[in-house]
């Protein structure tokens, strides 16, 4: 506890010194973080392969390679992000002027998961550091390495007075979140989520909580092959290529017109074999389930026997290797495990319904997830998701691009989550958006003034409405 | 009659159970769908208006009631201000409701995004009435719950009573009462809450939001300070000064300037210009002045009275202090030096109190401030263009006014909100829209463009494709494509 207090202490100390204010050391922070990651490549991808068994692509794809362009971006909008913003003012006020500034909140505890140890710390990392604050970092326990890299690395590149890496387990969160921040940002589950928000509130410490849920995938009739192979591609890669389903954006499950389902599980074991091979335990390019306790957490959703008579394809679990093969479900029951918790690994169901226009009621009864996916090219259909349906973000005909989007905000809605970053949003997450007006001595209104009558109440209600002509009249004494 | 009798046995049964039907009943009307249309949003504004409009008489007595506040406070403060708001969500809604489109890189070509807002669901407003919360939620398109103040009785119940006469009460509801229906609100689930008050029942809201994950809007408090530089129009000054202080609500508004901060030089003469605007507002008899508010009752009367009979502080009364407890009056009162430890400077006052700090040189109020909880706002009168820079770049507070007070609350272009203890989000203008809305994110791809890179198995040549794609080097990316033709 002492370790932590002190280190707290020591960021506090930096951010009133007000280096972190410069935008000369948030750039040498920004560029330090990209010097990192090109030095570090290997041992990134030597670290996500034993935690996670990523392969070097995946991970240079969902980590380094998605930090280095979020790194180059800030570095590249930074002064534009930092200039006061100015606002008009209503002329009843003139002279004055108006602006919003941004400032840094403070000391900030950022809190990130195990399937992109990485990426999760270093995101909101970039966006901490562009708008001032000094930084807590605490990456999860589960990813061993990836959390030794993170403490080892930081310090050498970083400026360690104002960037610091905490490691261990629930009782370290518990003591840091006994802690005061000025901002917390916890990626992770929204059991977890609720606790951090609890511990929050005692400061009255605003949260940014990026979460989860079970994020569907609508699949509308297709007429076209060439489209239907692409999106069957797309969804394998939404599911099973990305850290092999545990992944908060990933594909949960899929809603598709019953008519539809046996060729869409063609497609899939076809698209499957040819990703990963006969034997996808072989497979170099598919990762595996992050330890023990997940693993069996996946093996239970299996066991239930209505849910194991539903699987069509794959079911292989390896509990020596922590894996599990892409598996693929076929209406198992709704009222099952593997339908109300988000699934969080390579197990795919499909839910049929006899028009795909019930997708849409079927994603509302069910709490709103982070993401939604519509593969469809009826433009009405379209229309009816975008306005029926609410989740964080909403994807037409395809899976996890958003990632590389620097001008969407990335966040939930209800159960997946509060508040978003990305681009330009992890800059305003970050900061206090300071509203500053100024006035002159110059221009006096008298009514403004008591005592009261009648002539300042009907100046007053003229200027509220910002009735300048009836204003004038008024003070010409032509208005009655 | 009827229905005020119903009020009131709703209001006898308000537990838990009851507000979980009123919220369920809600939901029905939301997931309907007719909140968010705008026709729906246009009609529940627009009855707003009508209601403003035909009814001010009798909110300007229930605020009398509440408050003895002058009339012209509640027409203008209260009625116009909120009024102000709604004609602009009616001119500017259509606009506000219209995605915003996003421009995507090559990276993810061929594709289109946009920021689409949609309302959260059924939100709920722990707050005085008047605030634009109720504008905001509206515009947005949300269904909600008003939970009033209980410590302003006439005001709560004139509420209750016009909401049910000219809004949607299938969507719009009020609760009335104190603490067991507030909790019995807070146990709910809700889409979004916004409180205004104290911090301390602000940490309540957030835990209990924190439950279900419900996002919330706090609009707190603080010490909000005033530094008086010296070489300034002082006549002016302390005239702004003093409407931002006693000429809304008597000093128990959110932003009231708390406290001043001078030099020990400037003092006197600010001490001097003060009184005789004080006088020139409010009379030789301030007490009986009737463009002055009352205290809003005796648990608050009794906790001014014990910041004045705090020992280290009843000697530094340099102006005012009288009080009449039966009329729950107490008069514009300066006090000079108080000790910084004392009870008057250690928590919010709320009040017509006006402490005097002095300091040796004026940047040293900045410290001040600094070594404090964050108020809501900060005010600083100067015609110095330095400290107003180091004003501003070294002050944190919600918002900053220079050479006024209280008016950025009448700016619909400026953000209005705290940051840490003086609370979280903002409202006015577009601001209250969007505290009310989630931005969701939608991007549309084309089937084309599918480059074979993103997908297993993976090899090392995908890897130097990768990285030139992700890099969003067009020229890369024309190589890759080229070098990879078949799909």
């Known amino acids: ?480 | 009659m009827g229905s005020e009798e119903e009020t009131k046995k709703k209001n006898e049964v308000f537990d838990a159970e009851a507000a979980s039907l009123f919220v369920k009943e809600l939901r029905g009307t939301f997931a309907s769908g007719k909140t968010k249309s705008y026709g729906w949003r246009v009609s529940q504004l627009k009855s707003l208006m009508k209601m403003l409009n035909e009814r001010e008489p009798d909110i300007v007595d229930a605020l009398r009631q509440d408050l003895d506040k002058p009339e012209l406070e509640s027409s203008i403060y209260e009625v116009a201000l909120l009024k102000t708001s709604i004609k602009s969500a009616l001119k500017e809604l259509k606009h506000w409701m219209t995605p915003e489109k996003a421009k995507t890189s090559i990276t993810t070509f061929p594709s289109s995004a946009e920021i689409v807002p949609e309302p959260f669901g059924v939100v709920l407003i722990i707050s005085p009435w008047n605030y634009p919360f109720f504008v905001g939620a509206i515009a947005a398109g949300n269904a909600l719950v008003l939970k009033p103040s209980e410590v302003a009785p006439a005001s709560s119940s004139l509420l209750a009573k016009l909401v049910g006469e000219y809004m949607d009460l299938s969507s719009i509801r009020v609760v009335e009462g104190a603490v067991a229906e507030t909790s019995a609100l807070l146990d709910q689930k809700w889409d979004k809450i916004c409180y205004t008050g104290n911090s301390r029942v602000a940490r309540i809201v957030m835990a209990a939001a924190a439950k279900h994950l419900t996002p919330v809007l706090l609009e707190l408090g603080g010490k909000s300070p005033v530094v008086f530089d010296s070489g300034i129009n002082l006549k002016v000054a302390c005239r702004r000064m003093i409407m931002g202080k006693w000429g809304c609500n008597n000093g128990q508004a959110c932003i009231s300037p708390d406290h001043i901060i001078t030099t020990k030089d400037y003092a006197p003469k600010l001490l001097e210009s003060l009184k005789n605007e004080l006088e020139n507002f409010y009379g030789k008899n301030p007490l009986e002045s009737k463009d002055l508010s009352r205290i809003v009752n005796s648990n608050h009367f009794a906790r001014l009275s014990k910041l004045l009979d705090d020992d280290k502080v009843s000697g530094k009364i340099v102006h005012g202090g009288e009080r009449d407890k039966n009329k729950l009056r107490i008069a514009p009162t300066l006090l000079l030096d108080v000790p910084r430890d004392s009870l008057i400077m250690s928590e919010e006052i709320f009040g017509p109190l006006l402490p005097i700090l002095t300091v040796d040189k004026i940047e040293d109020s900045f410290d001040i401030i600094n070594s404090g909880t964050k108020p809501l706002a900060a005010y600083l009168f100067t015609n110095n263009k330095k400290l107003k820079q180091q004003f501003v770049e070294t002050v944190s507070a919600g918002g900053l006014v220079i050479n006024d007070t209280a008016v950025h609350l009448a700016v619909h272009s400026l953000p209005f909100g705290g940051v840490q203890e003086s609370g979280m989000g903002a409202y006015h203008g577009k601001f209250s829209f969007d505290v009310f809305s989630h931005k969701k994110a939608v991007l549309s791809r084309g089937f084309i463009g599918d480059v074979p890179v993103r997908y297993p198995p993976y090899t090392k040549g995908k890897l130097r494709l990768l990285k030139v794609l992700i890099s969003g080097s067009l020229l890369g990316i024309i190589r890759a494509l080229l070098g990879w033709s078949k799909a």
Request: charged share 25%.
């Open chain 1, 1 to 480: 506890m002492g370790e932590i207090e002190d280190k707290l202490a020591e960021l506090r100390q930096t951010f009133r010194s007000g280096i972190t204010k410069s935008v000369a050391w948030r750039k040498n922070q920004l560029r330090a973080l990209i010097e990192l990651l090109q030095d570090n490549e290997d041992k990134i991808f030597k670290a996500l392969h034993q935690d996670l068994g990523k392969h070097p692509v995946e991970t240079y794809r969902d980590e380094i390679g998605l930090i280095k362009k979020s790194a180059k971006y800030a570095l590249s909008c930074l002064d534009k992000w930092m200039a006061p913003k100015k606002r008009r003012l209503p002329l009843l006020f003139f002279p004055a002027s108006g602006e919003v500034v941004s400032e840094p909140f403070g000391v900030v505890l950022i809190c990130s998961a195990w399937n992109f140890p990485i990426n999760l710390a270093l995101e909101p990392l970039i966006g901490a550091i562009a708008a001032g604050n000094t930084v807590m970092l605490k990456p999860s326990e589960l990813a061993v390495e990836c959390a030794s890299f993170l403490a080892e690395t930081i310090p050498l590149y970083l400026d360690c007075k104002a960037i610091k890496v905490t490691n261990g387990g629930v009782d370290v969160c518990e003591q840091l979140l006994q802690q005061k921040w000025n901002k917390i940002f916890f990626t992770g589950s929204p059991r977890v989520g609720s606790i951090v928000m609890s511990a929050a509130a005692k400061h009255l410490t605003p949260v940014t909580l990026e979460l989860g849920g079970k994020c569907p995938a609508i699949l509308d009739t297709l007429s076209s092959p060439l489209d239907i192979k692409v999106t069957v591609k797309r969804i394998i890669g939404g599911k099973f290529a990305s850290c092999n389903g545990q992944v908060c954006i990933g594909v949960d499950y899929i809603l598709v017109e019953k008519k539809f389902a046996a060729t869409l599980i063609e497609l899939l074991k076809t698209t499957i074999k040819k990703f990963y091979g006969e034997n996808p335990k072989d497979s170099k390019s598919i990762s595996r389930i992050i330890n023990e306790y997940h693993f069996e957490r996946l093996r239970k959703l299996l066991e239930d026997p209505l849910v194991a008579d539903a699987i069509v394809h794959g079911g292989l679990l390896d509990k020596e290797n922590l894996f599990i093969e892409p598996t693929i479900l076929l209406d198992p029951p709704l009222d099952a495990e593997i339908m109300t918790e988000e699934i969080f690994g390579p197990i795919l169901p499909i839910i049929t319904l006899n028009n795909i226009q019930e997708s849409i009621e079927f994603i509302n009864s069910r709490p709103k997830p982070l993401v939604i996916y519509a593969f469809t090219k009826d433009e009405t259909f379209k229309k009816q998701i975008v306005s029926g349906t609410s989740s964080g973000s909403l994807i037409f005909n395809d899976t996890l691009v958003q990632q590389l989007c620097d001008v969407l905000p990335f966040g939930g809605v209800g159960q997946s989550g509060i508040g978003r970053y990305h681009g330009h949003y992890s800059f305003e997450t970050f900061s206090h958006e300071k509203a500053i007006m100024q006035r002159s001595f110059f221009l006096e209104l008298e009514p403004r003034y008591p005592p009261w009558n009648d002539f300042k109440m009907k100046f007053l209600r003229l200027a509220y409405d910002f009735d300048y002509f009836n204003l004038l009249l008024l003070l010409l004494g032509l208005k009655r």
